[in-house]
């Protein structure tokens, strides 16, 4: 007993409302920039097999109460799933959509991947839909799916660093210098950030039988204390996530923690549109 004592707190460190998941629901339903038109642009980005597209299912499904399928996603690490740089809307209605997107892209490695140069494209809004990412090379000014003349809403206004809880403590130094350099790139362009660690039931027995225990085990604070030092993104701006992944049924608790999630990114990318 005194040994779980040490490894659970007393009280979450940081509180959810777990009961009324129906208030970040609304919020996120009722949310419509300032401007008629405009759109608020979520860049993911992050390791290869991290979740990044479980991550644009999960979203989706929570919006759309039902299991919902779109960005393609793979059950084994086999390198990049994903290889175009691609854009999720998400249905509100039967002729309407939220008036935010998702952007997917290769994810980064070791020595192949993304290139940061085409994230950093990316978030100027220079990369054009259906790009296939290139490891060995950047997208070039004379490429046809370079845009030149990019608008308010093609370039990005949150962007999004997804990683597996699980594989923190053995990101190489080359993948934390990669995101190091994109989120500096992203600062320099006034671009919020955001991190979504992923795969959070893994991280031990007590979280996975309760997710109402995310924020009180010891192990989890401290596995996102030293990715907030690792990279600078501060522990205010790290949220942890179970995207659906086996599930045939949505969840409450699954969702209350993806919802919160996605309203602080709504709030940092509606923050970047009105500055």
Request: aromatic content about 8%; overall charge positive; hydrophobic content about 35%.
């Amino acid at each position: 007993m005194a040994f779980l004592q040490k490894l659970i707190l007393s009280k979450p460190w940081r509180e959810i409302n777990w009961r009324d998941k129906q208030r970040d629901l609304q919020y996120v339903r009722n949310y419509k920039p300032k401007t008629e038109g405009q759109l608020l642009r979520i860049l993911l980005h992050g390791p290869a097999g991290a979740g990044k597209s479980s991550f644009i299912n999960s979203v989706q499904s929570v919006l759309l109460g039902r299991m919902y399928t779109l960005a393609l996603a793979a059950n084994t690490f086999s390198g990049c799933f994903t290889k175009k740089y691609t854009t999720y809307k998400i249905k509100k209605g039967a002729e309407t959509f939220y008036p935010f997107v998702f952007n997917d892209i290769m994810g980064l490695g070791p020595t192949i991947g993304v290139q940061v140069k085409d994230v950093n494209l990316a978030m100027k809004g220079k990369v054009k839909e259906g790009y296939k990412f290139n490891p060995d090379s950047k997208l070039s000014k004379d490429n046809q799916f370079y845009n030149k003349g990019p608008t308010n809403n093609d370039k990005v206004h949150v962007l999004v660093c997804v990683i597996d809880a699980n594989t923190l403590s053995q990101l190489s130094e080359n993948i934390v210098k990669k995101i190091r350099e994109i989120r500096k790139e992203a600062s320099e362009l006034g671009i919020p950030q955001v991190a979504i660690l992923t795969k959070i039931d893994q991280v031990c027995p007590e979280i996975k039988d309760d997710l109402q225990n995310i924020y009180k085990i010891k192990c989890l604070k401290e596995k996102m204390e030293m990715f907030s030092a690792k990279v600078g993104i501060p522990m205010n701006c790290i949220f942890p996530v179970k995207n659906y992944h086996e599930e045939i049924d949505l969840d409450s608790d699954v969702d209350s923690l993806i919802l919160s999630a996605l309203r602080n990114i709504i709030n940092f990318g509606d923050d970047c549109i009105n500055k």
